[in-house]
Structure formats: structure tokens, C-alpha cells
């Protein structure tokens, strides 16, 4: 009899939006691409920018151009998990519009900044307001089947990580057409295309009492609780990703001068290296997010960080810059399948009604990484030598997996 008076559980978000997913996917990894791309886009004319606002010294203009860059990560860190407990309470998609039309009428302001402080304010409010890749994950990673979520996350990384890769190409030429201030309009006006995208076709089934039923509905069946140690295991697995890619950023440029490439092409090889592990990643993460579907996100986790910790240590004994970029193509092969798996691991750590807020700690986790990923590989650089920045990242994406190992079986 009780079995029969037993009220079933009200449909799941996923299953309400199992129409629409596809379809969003779509357009999330549209707008992820070309977000990406306006904020990146601004790293070959960044000093040049700051030059003309105003900032005298070469060490000035080095300093301020790496306090301007690094601005929209912290803010973005800072806010994720705020706007993933938001969308947890009103939906994802006005998560997505408010980042998309946050960061388009950012950027246009960006191009008519007049003083360095102004770039600098304005790119922290880029990465406080915006975030709509964070907010592509929040949504793709709870609209997407459990079983399908690994290959849904794993496109929409490959759509960021080309954001990333042609952003600084696409940088490279356009202010020599339309000029610098240019540029940032034309950044603006991409993001702005996004977000029109995202209005009209971005489709949600959400109801905001929906998940305050959930939740009650999991209590009374005793749903089992977070574990916070997977979820304290995943978040430093996830920092640990971007602190290790980005660690040589600061060291690049010397590092690849000391492998005899001529002054004269030094930064256009330093700039090629570094685009290779995002092409890299490009090739194989969806692949690896569907490989995360069929054995096991915790099996492609451990297997990746094993084989990026192995891959980033010869990078110390290479000879020649093309050597260099190799090894970054294959680390950045390893690393593709490390952040869809987390994610949709990190989605299935916590009850639904918290997934986006899970999802909004992990993308800040992300975001810390790649803040303090170049400070911890200039410091090393400084103190222990080039090559040292090599072997500490590796032996600490080993021990990661070591840490993934024992979180498994917790």
C-alpha cells in the first residue's frame, strides 16, 4: 500500500529540456567561440593599447598590460558562484543573456577608455558581469543526458578553446583595418550577435518553484547527500588544470628565446607555442567527453592527468622551439578530457537543485587557476629556474591523479 501512496518525483530539469539541448548546445558553442574571441582577441595589441593610454616605461607598460588581462579572470572567479546559484533559482538562460549583453556593452566601452585604470575597472566588470562560457556549461551541463553529457561538454569546450585559439589571430589583424578602438566594436558587436542568437533560439523549461520541489521531494526519500570530499577533490583537480597550461605564460617568450629562435620572431614563435595546446585540445576533446560517457569519468580523469604530468615534464629537456610545440600539442590532447569529465562529475556530486551553483564553484576553480597559474610559474622561473617550472607542474598534475585515485573510491 505504501508503495502505491508513494508520490513520484516531478520530471527532472533535464528530462524537460531533452527538445531543446541539442539545439541550445548549438548556440552555446556559438556564443561561447565569439565571446572568447573578443576577450582574447586583445592580447598581440594589449601593450600597444596601453602605450597610448598613457603609460610611459617599458616595465610599466608590461605590468599594467598583465594587471589588465588577468582583471576579467579574478572577476569572473569571484562571481561565478553567484550567478550559478541565480540560475539555479530563476534559470539558465537569463544567465546567458546577461552575460552575453553584459560583456557586449562592457567591450564597447572598453574602445573608448582613456586612461589605464578606466581598461583595467572595465576589464574586471567584463569578467564580473559576464562569463557566458561559465554560464554554457551551467546550462549544457544540466540540460544534457547523464549519458551524454560528457560528449555535450567536451563540444562546447572545443568551441571555447577555438575562442582562445583565434582570438589573438584575429587580434593580429584586425586594428591594422579598422584600428585598435575599432576592434573592440567589432568584438562588441559579435558578442551582441550572440546574444541575439541566445534570445530567439536558447530554449528552457524552467520553473522557479521547480526547484524547491526537487529538493523537498529528495529529502523525503532520503536522497543521498554531497559529498564534499569528491566535490573538494574536483574543484582542486580543476584549478590544478588551468594552473599547470598556464604556468609557462609567463616564461614563454624567454624560454623559446633560449632555444635559439632570433629576436626578430621570437614573440610569433612564443605566440605559436602557446596556441598549441588549445589545438590540441581542440582535436580530442569531444572525443574524450564521449570516451568519459562509455568508462567512466573518473577513469579519463585519473588516465589524463597521468599522461599531462608525463607530457609536461619533457618540455624541460627540449632543444629545438618546434619540439616545444609538440610536447604542447599532445599536453594539450591529455588535457581536453580533464574538464568535461569533472564537470559532469561535479553535476552528479550535488542534488539538482544546487547543480548550477556546483557548476558556477567549479568554473571559478577554473578561473583561480589561470589567475594565479602565471604567478607561481614566473616565481619558480625566477627562483628555481626555467626548467624547474616544468618539472613542478608535472609532478603535480601526477599527484592530482593521485588525489582523483583515492576521491574515487570515496
Not at 168 to 192: C, E, H, K, Q, V
Request: with cysteine; net charge positive; charged share 10%.
Amino acid at each position: 500500500m505504501s508503495q502505491i501512496m508513494q508520490v513520484a518525483a516531478p520530471p527532472g530539469y533535464a528530462e524537460r529540456n531533452e527538445q531543446y539541448w541539442r539545439r541550445n548546445l548549438a548556440v552555446c558553442v556559438f556564443g561561447s567561440f565569439t565571446t572568447l574571441v573578443s576577450l582574447s582577441m586583445l592580447l598581440p595589441f594589449l601593450p600597444i593599447y596601453v602605450r597610448q593610454l598613457g603609460v610611459g616605461s617599458q616595465a610599466a607598460v608590461i605590468e599594467w598590460s598583465g594587471v589588465a588581462f588577468s582583471a576579467t579572470f579574478l572577476g569572473t572567479a569571484v562571481t561565478a558562484p553567484l550567478w550559478g546559484r541565480l540560475a539555479d533559482r530563476y534559470g539558465r538562460k537569463p544567465m546567458l543573456v546577461r552575460a552575453a549583453v553584459g560583456m557586449a556593452l562592457v567591450m564597447s566601452l572598453i574602445g573608448v577608455a582613456h586612461t589605464v585604470h578606466q581598461l583595467v575597472a572595465l576589464r574586471l566588470l567584463a569578467g564580473l558581469v559576464g562569463g557566458y562560457a561559465s554560464a554554457s556549461t551551467v546550462m549544457i551541463g544540466t540540460q544534457a543526458p547523464r549519458e551524454r553529457a560528457g560528449w555535450a561538454l567536451g563540444i562546447l569546450s572545443t568551441g571555447a578553446l577555438a575562442g582562445n585559439l583565434a582570438g589573438p589571430l584575429i587580434g593580429g589583424l584586425l586594428p591594422g583595418l579598422i584600428g585598435i578602438r575599432g576592434t573592440f566594436f567589432a568584438g562588441a558587436g559579435m558578442i551582441a550577435v550572440a546574444a541575439l542568437l541566445t534570445i530567439v533560439f536558447v530554449k528552457e523549461d524552467f520553473h522557479p518553484g521547480d526547484a524547491k520541489k526537487r529538493t523537498e521531494h529528495a529529502a523525503s526519500t532520503q536522497a543521498r547527500r554531497t559529498n564534499y570530499v569528491v566535490v573538494a577533490a574536483l574543484l582542486a583537480t580543476a584549478m590544478m588544470v588551468l594552473l599547470a597550461n598556464m604556468s609557462i605564460e609567463p616564461i614563454i617568450t624567454v624560454y623559446v628565446g633560449g632555444l635559439g629562435v632570433t629576436a626578430d620572431h621570437v614573440a610569433r614563435i612564443a605566440g605559436l607555442v602557446m596556441a598549441c595546446s588549445a589545438l590540441g585540445s581542440m582535436l580530442t576533446a569531444a572525443r574524450l567527453g564521449a570516451l568519459a560517457d562509455r568508462i567512466g569519468s573518473w577513469n579519463v580523469i585519473v588516465g589524463c592527468l597521468v599522461l599531462t604530468g608525463i607530457a609536461m615534464i619533457p618540455q624541460a629537456f627540449v632543444h629545438q622551439w618546434w619540439q616545444l610545440a609538440g610536447l604542447r600539442v599532445v599536453m594539450g590532447m591529455t588535457l581536453a578530457g580533464l574538464l568535461p569529465s569533472i564537470s559532469k562529475l561535479a553535476r552528479s556530486a550535488v542534488d539538482e537543485s544546487s547543480s548550477g551553483q556546483m557548476l558556477g564553484y567549479l568554473q571559478s576553480a577554473q578561473f583561480t587557476g589561470q589567475v594565479i597559474g602565471p604567478v607561481i610559474g614566473g616565481q619558480i622561473g625566477v627562483s628555481l629556474g626555467l626548467h624547474a617550472v616544468f618539472f613542478v607542474t608535472g609532478s603535480l598534475l601526477i599527484a592530482c591523479a593521485g588525489l582523483a585515485h583515492w576521491a574515487r573510491a570515496r
